[in-house]
């Protein structure tokens, strides 16, 4: 279906790339900015702590995004041991990326708020989906909050490498759960590339469902 759109209608088109591009550069310079302030200049000296899209822009994540609806960006390197907490650092420069996502979310959805008042940005997403025309920045915002949206929670999966195993880590650094971290580490990425393709392949859109789900119960609070 989001094919077939962006191929009919160029608005659509235009306010997906654009919302896809904002959304990844805020998340990952997000995480740059939190390790930089916590002192590791890893992520400054890879020209990572910059607004340019194309510093933060992973092709293979945007494609995915831009074709399937969820993906993600370059991840920013940075050197757990050079930051001012060594044990809860690294959480905090994961949760840095969707913790923006989440105050995009709220400054997009009042933002349509008094631009449009009285309208649904689901309900307007969903009709350009299907064909109908509107305004070029309804669109925008309403991709922006449901990008935001989906972007925050795919990462917080706890999966490596999305930011959710990095929360997580810091709260299994007791060696007792070395053995659980050594596996996810290992074999996390394929558990998390199994379930993405089981998903696709056997048409059960677990994953489009939840994103769906939240954004519908997020919009409504508005």
Not at 35 to 47: E, F, P
Not at 100 to 124: D, H, R, S, T
Not at 164 to 181: D, E, V
Not at 200 to 214: C, D, E, P, Q
């Amino acid at each position: 279906m989001i094919i077939l759109t962006l191929i009919q209608q160029p608005l659509f088109l235009l306010a997906w790339v654009a919302a896809i591009v904002f959304v990844l550069t805020i998340h990952e310079f997000s995480h740059a900015l939190a390790a930089t302030l916590l002192g590791d200049q890893t992520a400054k000296m890879n020209g990572r702590l910059t607004l340019n899209p194309l510093s933060h822009i992973s092709w293979l994540g945007f494609a995915m995004l831009l074709l399937v609806g969820f993906g993600w960006g370059k991840p920013v390197p940075f050197n757990p041991y050079n930051l001012k907490w060594p044990k809860f650092g690294p959480a905090v420069v994961a949760a840095a990326g969707p913790l923006a996502n989440l105050i995009c979310i709220l400054v997009f959805a009042i933002a349509f708020n008094l631009i449009f008042p009285g309208l649904n940005p689901l309900f307007i997403m969903f009709s350009e989906v299907g064909g109908g025309g509107t305004n070029l920045l309804a669109i925008f915002l309403s991709l922006a909050i449901f990008l935001n949206l989906v972007l925050m929670i795919f990462n917080l999966i706890p999966l490596p490498p999305l930011d959710g195993s990095k929360i997580l880590f810091s709260f299994l650094s007791n060696p007792k759960f070395a053995g659980i971290r050594d596996t996810l580490e290992s074999q996390g990425s394929f558990i998390l590339l199994a379930l993405i393709i089981l998903d696709s392949f056997l048409n059960l859109n677990i994953f489009s469902r939840v994103f769906a789900w939240i954004a519908g119960f997020v919009y409504n609070l508005f």
